[in-house]
């Protein structure tokens, strides 16, 4: 069946670093991705998404490319910042149907 | 504000007490899904409705129960509480875009 799989957590790094968090799928078709973030205490916000192969998200500074070739999603930020920290979730959805949820990636940037 | 409205936010209940839980999808949205949220377990999707019919299943246990009004909020029931059922629940609605999430329900079974 679908999936998504994701880099485990959690992952430290200093200000001004560079971010990857790896994300990968498994699908039939060729479904929407997604990256959403949760900081402390708040529900789920969408921060960025594609629709189709070559389709780059990008919002805040983060960016992700649909990698149809090697199925991947990967999540990155070339300066993060202490605010950044916070749990990652890469999906995948389409349509009305119900989304797969990979299993968060905490980052924690440190000052 | 993400325009999906869960109440309420925080629920302390005994076990084998019976909760509600409430959503109201944002406007002009007809699909509402419900996850779980554990500190172990990431988000676990429990089921979905879209205009008042039931669309999707996931993990959802047999002392839970959801249903969706015509006027497009939900509400999932939970009852038989154990101390593990203590989780965040999180209401969501749209689907071609993305998701919109409610700011969810912290429920702890004392």
């Known amino acids: 069946g679908n999936s998504v799989t994701q880099m485990e957590g959690p992952v430290t790094l200093s200000e001004e670093a560079f971010l990857t968090i790896n994300c990968t799928y498994t699908a039939t078709g060729y479904p929407s991705l997604f990256w959403y973030v949760q900081y402390p205490g708040e529900g789920l916000q969408l921060l960025l998404k594609a629709t189709k192969a070559d389709d780059k998200g990008s919002n805040k500074g983060f960016e992700a490319t649909y990698r149809k070739e090697t199925t991947s999603f990967h999540l990155e930020k070339g300066s993060v910042q202490v605010s950044d920290s916070a749990v990652y979730f890469c999906a995948q959805g389409g349509g009305t149907y119900k989304y797969i949820f990979g299993t968060g990636t905490r980052l924690k940037v440190l000052a | 504000d993400s325009g999906v409205t869960q109440t309420p936010k925080h629920l302390i209940t005994a076990t084998g007490q019976r909760v509600t839980l409430r959503c109201s999808p944002r406007s002009g949205d007809l699909s509402v899904y419900w996850y779980q949220q554990s500190l172990d377990q990431g988000l676990q999707f429990l089921i979905q409705?879209?205009?008042?019919?039931?669309?999707a299943k996931g993990n959802i246990l047999e002392r839970f129960s959801a249903q969706q009004f015509p006027d497009l909020h939900s509400e999932l029931n939970l009852s038989s509480l154990e101390l593990g059922d203590s989780a965040l629940y999180f209401c969501a609605s749209g689907g071609v875009f993305g998701y919109t999430f409610g700011s969810g329900t912290r429920l702890t079974v004392v």
């Open positions: 409705y879209y205009n008042g019919e039931e669309r």
